[in-house]
């Protein structure tokens, strides 16, 4: 038996931190003294009520900060501040929201572990490359992030003790600017750490706690800092420090180099950097969860440390594979990272003696045996230290288990040990809240206690089509209406043309069917695939009497051309008035837009190169929200479409040329069922059958693609099995 496990929320008297009520918030008044301490945990950002007090406080400042209450009450004056401290009607709706807060956050039960488990002597140490939480919080280039992000938000929300790592990212991943002529720029902004719900670990001496990262030569240091998730601590590391040579203070600055050596340092820092933390924090954790291959190399920290105790290496492997979780997103083979021999002898020569290997076992370890001589591979690494692995969705755990079955060659493809948890969604944070206060009426009082409850969502049946109708079109409007602001804005500062001001999105009309089309711009993704007989789109497009319109949104990586032409031809034919302004693209899409796009389009097209969407969110966010999916049958769609919640295609074979048959396909669909469903209106105005399909896409998706579902997976299947053989 290892030795006592300590509990994160145990420690934390142990660590000396910053109080970000009184070291940032010196204008609040006694009596507001809490609104610091809501601003100073993301807990705020799932919580309407919590939203709302800020809100109510200067509503002009709260759109002005981006709904940031950490930027806004540092802006607001204390003769402000005092006055709402005065107001007892804001006084009855604060205390309520800070009684609540407390209560949750100091709640110590979890209802999904075993009885036989006590969560104070089990910890999760949960490892990810980025968390998508909140647009200030720009740390995330996509689903991988805002997965991890509504993961940790329901493991607070279901007192799963958890800690968390990844990195303070001050350049973020992009923020995207498009020229004139549509090509995409990176515009370089650093965050303002100050202005957002993030403050510093401290030591004991009130100085920023920094560490060395264990072994690597030359060294390497990171500062400490902190976001409180709820219940969860999300520890991120900090490469930009003074102590650092100058070539390593930019291993943490942003997301995803494609500079191969950096990438490398950046997942050294980060695996073995990360359990460094956790170790100096004194949080000692039973369980390793590895979300993707890029933390891996904290398994080799946890071996370590049970050799420096007298175990052999094969104890140590065997012991730390018990209790170690890897999660594969990725079915694309380009996906997956392979670092040259050299370079990892150049950084681990003074790293395997230490777990007593040699140079050629230490290699041996990432060998993908269909093309031993190509490096050392994270996902063959991970697979091999890993006791419990998992794809995303059923459908990708059955091109994973082939992709990978090489690792196991004396097993056949169906006995090839990868599961899956299919992903799913953080309910109270991607529900509008307009919509919640609808379900709130119709469905059982405590709906979002009990949400992924498959009985609970029969009740949408009961909510008038009406009024679930004029609850969408109302979040439609406020989509337009944003959209609108946004480039009126950019207009207004003299920073783009009349062309780019049309192509943002200035003639979109609430009244017309409209498609929306967001996510991280890559080839395989086919953000373009409805160009693909322009005239026939232009028909769609413009006809008189059945409009539609499409809004296109997403970032290319930086390093990624050809994902860059393919934004730059939508961002063109969007300007094109053969096209009718019936095109828009919305720029710098972020956290907050995702937001606005999957509460107000009236459809969500997706339509990947099969089988390479691993499983896709942001169409379970749509269909939470009653917005009716459009998409391949790849991904998460394989177990979501019944035919009754939405359209598919794609299930047929499509010989050579897949895109002209998936293109055919969606304008057939279009032009046959989807276009005069939506504009079938009866005598008295009512769309009925549109609002089958939209109850239909909320009741049967809801509950089954939930990040509650998912997690409650997670501790059945990989967890509690792991917390038993510590």
Known sequence: MEKKMI????????????????????????????LGEIAGNLWWSWHPAARMIFKMINREAWKESRHNPVKMLSDLSLESLESVAGDREYLRHYDMVLSKFKKEIEGIECPILNHDIDPKLHCIAYFSAEYGLHHSLPFYAGGLGFLAGDFIKECSDLHVPLAAIGFMYPEGYLLQKIREDGWQEKIREILDRDAASIYRVLDKSGNQLTMKVPLIDPPIYVAVWKIAVGRVSLYLM??????????????????????????????????????????????????????????????????????????????????????????????????????????????????????????????QMGIHPQDPKAGFNMTAFSLRMAGYRNAVSKRHAEVTRRMWQSIWPDLPVDQIPIDYVTNGVHVPTWIEPRMQRLFNQYLCPDWMADHDNPYIWELIEDIP?????????????????????????????????????????????????????????????????????????????????????????????????????????????????????????????????????VHGVDVWLNNPIPPEEASGTSGMKAALNGVPHFSILDGWWVEGFNGKNGWAFGHEEAGADRDQTDAEAIYRILEEEIIPLYYKVSAEGKRSDWVRVMKESIKSNAHRFSARRMVKEYMKKFYSRAMKAV
């Open 238 to 363: 900090d490469t930009d420090i003074e102590i650092n040579d100058p070539w390593n203070r930019g291993i943490s600055a942003r997301l995803y180099t494609g500079e191969l050596e950096q990438r490398l340092r950046q997942e050294i820092v980060l695996g073995i950097g990360g359990s460094e933390v956790l170790e100096k924090l004194g949080i000692e954790h039973s369980v390793l969860h590895l979300n993707e291959g890029h933390p891996a190399f904290a398994v080799l920290e946890k071996i370590r440390s049970r050799v420096q105790q007298g175990m052999s290496f094969d104890e140590a492997y065997h012991r730390v594979r018990a209790v170690t979780v890897f999660t594969t997103h990725t079915p694309v083979p380009a996906g997956h990272d392979v670092f040259p021999f050299p370079l990892m002898e150049k950084y681990f020569s003074n790293y395997w003696p230490s777990l007593g290997l040699d140079h050629d076992a230490f290699l």
């Open 465 to 597: 089509d009406d009024e679930l109708w004029q609850t969408h079109y109302w979040l439609k409007i406020k989509l337009i209406d944003a959209i609108r602001e946004r480039v009126r804005r950019r207009w207004a500062n003299g920073s783009a043309s009349s062309s780019i001001v049309l192509a943002g999105g200035t003639l979109l009309d609430p009244s017309v069917l409209t498609i929306g089309f967001a996510r991280r711009f890559a080839t395989y993704k086919r953000a373009d695939l409805i160009f693909y007989d322009t005239e026939r789109l232009k028909r769609i497009l413009n006809n008189r009497w059945r409009p539609v319109q499409i809004i296109f949104a997403g970032k290319a990586h930086p390093a990624d051309d050809p994902a860059k032409r393919i934004l730059q031809r939508i961002f063109n034919a969007a300007r094109d008035p053969a096209m009718g302004g019936r095109i828009a693209f919305l720029e710098d899409y972020d956290e907050q837009f995702a937001q606005y796009m």
């Open 7 to 34: 509990n994160e929320m145990d420690v934390e008297a142990k660590i000396k931190r910053m109080d970000i009520s009184q070291n940032i918030f010196t204008n609040l008044p006694d009596r507001l003294h809490g």
